[in-house]
């Protein structure tokens, strides 16, 4: 199979033990002449489907990743064809499956013995499981307080040492880069670019179900998974899979939005955002490492990014909830959010075909939902107290 790992900014050629070139820049996988042997044909849909194009020469570690369902949403709008993907159907409950799935393969591959990543909650939660799988030390730094419980609970059950430090997530992944470099641990978070590789095969399943959309909306964080996505549409296109390429549109929190405010002043740069918060904490990173693979991907798709506020986030998550019985936590509903925005303004037309992605799954944040639902009615537990109450 034919690949190499490349610097995105000086083209530099590197091994597959480095996360970023001396110049500073991020690395890719550039495939060349490769057999494509699988058929977009709507079947079997999975990560491992699209393999010729995944970037691991042994056997993977896999919990079935992938395949996650693709809903038409006309209940939340008929006049465009709206779908929505729901990554919350992996294993952990988030799209970080794909690329764990790739990550700890390549753990194994290089002869790794101990894993570890910052996180807002979801990567930590999959990078465990798969090692767990696979039979490495896993070690995970997370913002102390700030981590949805689900994610943590995950985390420690499958195994991880949790180490929670009082910082938010941007100073976690500083940290833990040093962790890695000075322990010889494996670093998967998302600037590991064999991750966003497996995280790829989401544009693969989408144009595999429906062809092509006119528009991809997904939160961005890190800005990993928008970058990664849009790679795998693109190499759709470089082996002649298909003619159009979507726009992409990176939907951010307001209190966590350097990357929207990049776009916005059509700069390549994004400026950090000191003290990031939201009501979604999977997103709340003011210096996403991936943010020039992402401005990139926004600028080439000519697609656009838009901020939306922790209120339209959670409007966005009961409407999806209780009209299309999706279940999201809080940031993949911000895609949604993003999509009804840009619907108002005139950006998005009558008749486009949109596929908003929700990247984690409601249980991984139980305590938003009981501020926002209320808890349950307690009544004694008798006839007549229950029908007073239906
Ligand atoms: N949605 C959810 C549910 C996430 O957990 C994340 C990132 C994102 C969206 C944003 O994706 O970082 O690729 O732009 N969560 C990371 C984590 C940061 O540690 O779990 P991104």
Partial sequence: MGYKLVCIECGKEH??????????????????????????????????????????????????????PLYLCNNICRDVELYVKHEGANPSGSFKDRGMTVGVTKA?????????????????????????????????????????????????????????????????????????????????????????????????EIV??????????????????????????????????????????????????????????????????KNPETVATAIRIGNPVNARKALRAIYESKGTAVQVSDEEILEAQKELAKTEGIGVEPASASSLAGFKKLLNEGYIDRGDVVVCITTGHLLKDPEIVLKICGSPIEVPADFNEIVKVL
């Fill in 108 to 204: 194994l591959e290089l002869g790794k013995k101990a894993v570890a990543c910052a996180s807002t909650g979801n990567t930590s939660a999959s990078m465990a499981m798969y090692s767990a799988k696979a039979g490495l030390k896993a070690y995970v730094l997370l913002p102390a307080g700030k981590v949805a419980l689900g994610k943590v609970a995950q985390a420690l059950m499958h195994g991880a040492k949790v180490i929670a430090i009082k910082g938010n997530f941007d100073r976690a992944l500083e940290l833990v880069r040093e962790v890695c470099e000075r322990m010889g641990f494996y670093l998967l978070n998302s600037v590991n670019p064999f991750r966003l590789e497996g995280q790829k095969t989401i544009a693969f």
């Fill in 15 to 68: 091994s597959e033990e480095s996360y970023t070139c001396e110049c500073g820049g991020l690395l890719e996988v550039r495939f060349e002449d490769v057999d494509i042997d699988f058929e977009l044909n709507g079947k079997s849909l999975s990560v491992w489907k699209y393999r010729c194009l995944l970037p691991v020469k042994i056997e993977p570690v896999t919990l079935k990743e992938g395949g996650t």
């Fill in 208 to 273: 595999d179900e429906i062809g092509v959309p006119d528009y991809v909306l997904l939160p961005v964080g890190n800005a990993g998974n928008i970058s990664a996505i849009w790679k795998g549409f693109k190499e759709l296109k470089m082996f002649g899979l298909i003619d159009e390429l979507p726009k992409m549109i990176g939907v951010q929190a307001e209190g966590a939005n350097p990357i929207y405010r990049a776009v916005r002043e059509g700069k390549d740069e994004i400026e950090p955002v």
